[in-house]
C-alpha cells in the first residue's frame, strides 16, 4: 500500500480532507530532499562559530508545517490521543455524567 492510499484509509476517503492529505505527501517528500543538505554552515578559520543554512531554515518551516497537518488528519480520523488524557475533558465528564444522576 502507498503512502497517499494508507492515507486515505486513515480519513475514510473523507473528501474535504483529500488536498491536506496530498500536502502531507508533499511535505514528506521534501523534507527527505532536505534532509540530504547541509543545516549549519562553520566558518573555516574559526570553527566555533556556525550558522544555519537556508535549507536549515526551510526543513524547520516544513517540519512545522507537516506537524500541523499531521495532528488535523489525526483529530479528523479520530486517532487523537492527547484529547482523552486532557484534564479538562476528564473534568468535563465527570461532572457531566454527576449531573445527570
Do not use: C
Request: proline letters at 6%; zero cysteines.
Amino acid at each position: 500500500m502507498d503512502r497517499k492510499a494508507e492515507l486515505l484509509e486513515t480519513i475514510d476517503h473523507n473528501k474535504a480532507l483529500i488536498p491536506l492529505v496530498n500536502e502531507v505527501i508533499f511535505l514528506e517528500s521534501r523534507l527527505e530532499e532536505l534532509k540530504k543538505l547541509p543545516f549549519l554552515k562553520i566558518h573555516p578559520k574559526q570553527p566555533d562559530l556556525q550558522r544555519a543554512t537556508p535549507a536549515a531554515k526551510q526543513y524547520k518551516e516544513f517540519l512545522q508545517q507537516y506537524t500541523n497537518a499531521v495532528k488535523i488528519l489525526m483529530r479528523a480520523s479520530g486517532i487523537d490521543e492527547d484529547d482523552e488524557d486532557s484534564p479538562l475533558r476528564k473534568w468535563v465528564k465527570e461532572h457531566i455524567n454527576g449531573g445527570e444522576e
